[in-house]
């Protein structure tokens, strides 16, 4: 069956097409050439953007310049054309394949073979002093956030148990690294990844590196190394911000050994330690296993020296406390408290007689004067106690002629009665 061309009434009414696409189904589908209508739309809404690549392909035909853009990092290019008007003026500029630009382009779709190309109005060629200066800007930037602080920064350990190398594959570097390491600490372990360090890629490498040491327990320092090279070499590669904010954020210290002393990569402005060469980060890594062991043996001889003085000392001074009296002749000390007891013990006794012999001549004088004030007495100097009805006769009114009396004498008593009764005068 041969192919006919749709009549006027089996055509789609355009006024009949959904207005968007989300409107579009099977039975109302846009015609292909609707649709690409909508997309060149769409695209030139775009405005004139600022973009950054390398210049793949520069032709110059017919005064158009048809060009080809690629990525600095990635695999993704497009097709970019220059008109009479622009085209001149990049050819003065010099530029050619290999050229690292920056364009202002603004996207173009070329409706009958669907094709997308980018229309530059203006390109210039990045130099040297451009990317310097680009990078000095971004430095202020993360210096500003606090990147470089070194309060931030971790300490090396002091013996690290497994050292991370990122490096170039079978590079000078990495073998400077290797060789230093063990020459100065044989019991050393490695894990050494070989990434790209120059050119677009080396920055992402490098941090997709860095993460999966990072990551690894027993890795305790990570080295990125690189040798010598040209500026644009060891600068750009290891100053780019992806890299730098990926060294920042590893919890593992990071060591930047980049051999370029002229200019100084970022990377060594956000690593906790920099070393100047590959070769020198081999003293910050690891200790020197030789001095190590003087140093042990100089502390194991001054440790010995120092026992052998204290014991010295101790012994002298044991043998200043022997030759005390007190522990030469310690029964001297028991003697003299002998004494000391003796003669407490025979002050004791006088003191105690003392007492004794006064209380006795007390109580002797105390019984002659109880003794000589006693009724006894006076009855053995012949007096007598006369008594009636058991009551001390005092007066002799108390009695009358022919009452019964009871005598009291020095030596016994008897009774007698009254006869006569004469009283004193006397008052």
Do not use: C
């Not at 192919?3 to 959904?18: F, G, H, I, N, T």
């Not at 809404?45 to 973009?51: A, E, G, N």
């Not at 590669?237 to 919890?251: G, I, K, M, T, Y």
């Not at 970022?266 to 070393?275: C, G």
Request: hydrophobic fraction near 40%.
């Amino acid at each position: 069956m041969s192919y006919q061309e749709p009549s006027a009434k089996d055509r789609p009414v355009l006024a009949a097409l959904p207005a968007n696409s989300q409107d579009t189904s099977e039975e109302t589908p846009w015609p292909l050439s609707h649709f690409s209508g909508k997309l060149r739309a769409h695209i030139d809404r775009v405005t004139p953007t600022w973009v950054e690549g390398q210049l793949v392909e520069f032709n110059l035909r017919n005064g158009t310049a048809w060009m080809t853009l690629r990525d600095l990092e990635q695999e993704i290019s497009f097709q970019a054309v220059a008109w009479r008007n622009v085209a001149g003026g990049l050819a003065a500029k010099g530029l050619e394949p290999g050229t690292r630009v920056v364009a202002l382009v603004k996207p173009s779709l070329w409706e009958k073979s669907g094709r997308l190309s980018l229309v530059t109005h203006q390109m210039e060629p990045v130099g040297l002093g451009d990317l310097l200066a680009r990078i000095e800007r971004m430095k202020q930037q993360l210096a500003a956030e606090g990147l470089f602080d070194a309060a931030r920064k971790k300490p090396l350990p002091v013996l690290p148990t497994r050292i991370g190398i990122i490096t170039g594959r079978d590079s000078d570097a990495k073998k400077d690294i290797l060789r230093n390491v063990t020459a100065r600490w044989a019991a050393a372990q490695f894990e050494i990844k070989e990434v790209a360090t120059q050119g677009p890629m080396a920055p992402i490498e490098v941090a997709a590196a860095l993460e999966q040491l990072d990551a690894l327990p027993e890795v305790d320092v990570i080295v990125i190394a690189r040798g010598g090279g040209a500026l644009e070499e060891v600068v750009l590669p290891f100053s780019d911000e992806r890299l730098v904010r990926a060294v920042a954020a590893a919890r593992t210290p990071v060591v930047s050994a980049i051999g370029h002393e002229a200019d100084r990569p970022l990377l060594d402005e956000v690593a906790d330690v920099r070393a100047s060469t590959p070769t020198g980060s081999a003293k910050l890594l690891v200790p020197d296993e030789a001095d190590e062991r003087a140093r042990i043996d100089q502390a194991r001889s001054r440790l010995a020296q120092g026992v052998e003085r204290m014991l010295g000392r101790e012994t002298e001074w044991l043998e200043s406390v022997r030759s005390r009296p007190v522990l030469a002749q310690p029964e001297a000390m028991i003697q003299v408290r002998a004494e000391e007891l003796l003669g407490l013990r025979r002050r004791a006794l006088i003191s105690a007689q003392t007492a004794v012999d006064r209380a006795r001549d007390w109580v002797h004088g105390t019984r002659a004067r109880v003794t000589g004030l006693s009724p006894q007495s006076t009855l053995d100097r012949g007096y007598a106690v006369v008594q009636h009805q058991r009551t001390i006769v005092r007066e002799a009114a108390q009695l009358t002629p022919g009452t019964a009396v009871q005598v009291m004498v020095a030596r016994g008593e008897f009774s007698a009665e009254v006869t006569d009764v004469k009283e004193s005068d006397d008052e």
